[in-house]
T-cell receptor, first 111, second 115 residues
């Protein structure tokens, strides 16, 4: 299983762009990178998933360099409601390795 | 609303007792996953079922068991409960097609308190 390392916490202010980086040095060829968001006492919610280069959706962007040993979740113009824990998962759904959540990054957004 | 339904939402019981948590996956999803989240252990993967069969196993205790029924709903049975079993138990589901990608859809969780 690819081990992931994320910062434990980050602080930001409303309106700023936030970038959370995840390190996964031993990512396997078939592994995808997936990010989830979790609010207190709620189940995690899927944000974005990618394999290489850049993926963008309506809420975030995911940047993956060519060596795939890290990835960066970018949240544009955060608001107070983006205060949550963000998890980076690396694995293969078919092989069942994309199921392990690490400790995540607690993002605190202030006004 | 993720489409995943978990019952009960809250449960209070005593040590040594047995409880059953129920999960109904999203319509069409064949895979069900169980997770335990406690303050000191984070989100721990317990077990996955795919179309009625066990697919992957995580840190599930021998006192815990699960199954997925023909209608695809799943139950997690926790027995000989200990204080440390107090946690939020999440169920998630996914389509689990042939591909390596996919996302987990989580329910709202069942909060178990063992006194």
């Amino acid at each position: 299983l690819a081990k992931t390392t994320q910062p434990i916490s980050m602080d930001s202010y409303e309106g700023q762009e936030v970038n959370i980086t995840c390190s996964h040095n031993n990512i396997a060829t078939n592994d995808y990178i997936t990010w989830y968001q979790q609010f207190p006492s709620q189940g995690p919610r899927f944000i974005i998933q990618g394999y290489k280069t850049k993926v963008t959706n309506e809420v975030a962007s995911l940047f993956i360099p060519a060596d795939r040993k890290s990835s960066t979740l970018s949240l544009p113009r955060v608001s107070l409601s983006d205060t949550a824990v963000y998890y980076c998962l690396v694995g293969d759904m078919k092989a069942g390795t994309a199921l392990i959540f690490g400790k995540g990054t607690t993002l605190s957004v202030s006004s | 609303d993720s489409g995943v339904t978990q019952t009960p939402k809250h449960l209070i019981t005593a040590t040594g007792q047995r409880v059953t948590l129920r999960c109904s996956p999203r319509s069409g999803d064949l895979s069900v996953y169980w997770y335990q989240q406690s303050l000191d252990q984070g989100l721990q993967f317990l077990i996955q079922y795919y179309n009625g069969e066990e697919r992957a196993k995580g840190n599930i205790l021998e006192r815990f068991s699960a199954q997925q029924f023909p209608d695809l709903h799943s139950e997690l049975n926790l027995s000989s409960l200990e204080l440390g079993d107090s946690a939020l138990y999440f169920c998630a589901s996914s389509v689990e097609g042939q591909g390596r990608t996919g996302e987990l859809f989580f329910g709202e969780g069942s909060r178990l308190t063992v006194l």
